[in-house]
């Protein structure tokens, strides 16, 4: 991979070329086509796509087809219209959670992992309170679901499992394959949804080989724009799931006693209002985009950093620091530095250093339930990173031991 040619195609380098981003887990950096997607549907179409009578609004409906059908072959979904837009993966997640409240009732059981982020969490225990239905947590075994003892916990009772394929704190990977194979096993009626919002740029998606029942992710951390994302679920559940959202496009008749209104099909049943159209043009170049490199690429990259990264902090920061997920592939480094809180070290390394990392809990609030730690560092690894980058990083832990000493 030509790393240099690859960052050249990020303008925030241009614009800041002193620093280093290693926070890509909550957000990537844009890639210029992804910007120009988005400035070229506001300067050349500008048109809804819900109105086809001209020949540009009519385009700009060809556009946006043509980028639901390019996503449903990135994630190999069934059909176009099982790909629902949204504003992201918590929204996602929150509409699967409130569009299966009518399917749930007291004593059922919705099973999640402890290192499930807020928007895989809050959901449903939102759901579970209004349904008298329980929250419980799926076992594991070196921080993976462990497949063993999955089959003691799924029962007649369980209704629903929702566990992220790559957890975004530690990173070990959950194959949905295996998982969801044991849970239909035992009872083929869980629904099953995987929160892809990390592994989506960590592992290829398969919804039809892993036989999910839903999926959600955001645009944002794939290269792409803020504030749109991906719902995908098998037709026959979407169909099932009452809209969080309603209002213009997504029915076809309201009544005048305002009881009585009929949803449209999929998608339109799911999205309703008008959909952030230009951030849909930039998610179909940032697609383009990762389909030139090929995920697979992008994926080894990013674990051959990681590996460069433990090398590198075993022999230079050994005595310094703690690290929690050295041997999981995926490229994200968690860690603390001995005796100094995280933020102290994130702060430092950010304004003296210009490198740019995560600490605190990451928004996986129960996470402390598994590691010593709840507050940690996270250094995110994506295509633009070189090893200098990481040489960087080691070295400004390295030599701020006195500032950090301070910090004690
Ligand atoms: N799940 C996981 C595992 C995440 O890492 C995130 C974002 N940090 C989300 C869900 C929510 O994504 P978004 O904020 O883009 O809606």
Redesign the pocket.
Known sequence: MDYKKIRAQFPFFKNNPDQIYFDS???SLKPQIVIDAINNYYSHYGTNPHNIDSDLGYATNTQYKMIRSKIKHFINAKKDTEIIFT???????NQIAYGLGDLIKAGDEILITRQ?????ILPWYRLAAETKAQVKFLPETNFKIDLEQLTKVITAKTKIVSF?N???ILGYENDPRKIIAVIKKINPHVIVVV?C??GIIHMPTDVQKWDADFI???A??IFGPTGI?ILWGKEELLLKLKPLIVGGGMNTRIQSNGADYILKGLPDRLEGGTSNIADIFGFGAAIDFINMLTLEEIISYMHQLKQYAVEQFNQKLKDMVIIYNADAKVGTLIFNVKDVFCQDVATHLGSCNKIIVRSGD???RLIGEIIPDKNTIRVSFSIYNSYEDIDHLVAAIANEKDFLGRMI
């Open positions: 887990s909550a957000t504003s992201g993966a918590t929204y996602s997640l499930e982020h807020g928007a895989n992220s790559v957890p975004n929160d919002a990390q959600a992710f955001s944002h951390k994302g990451h928004c996986a």
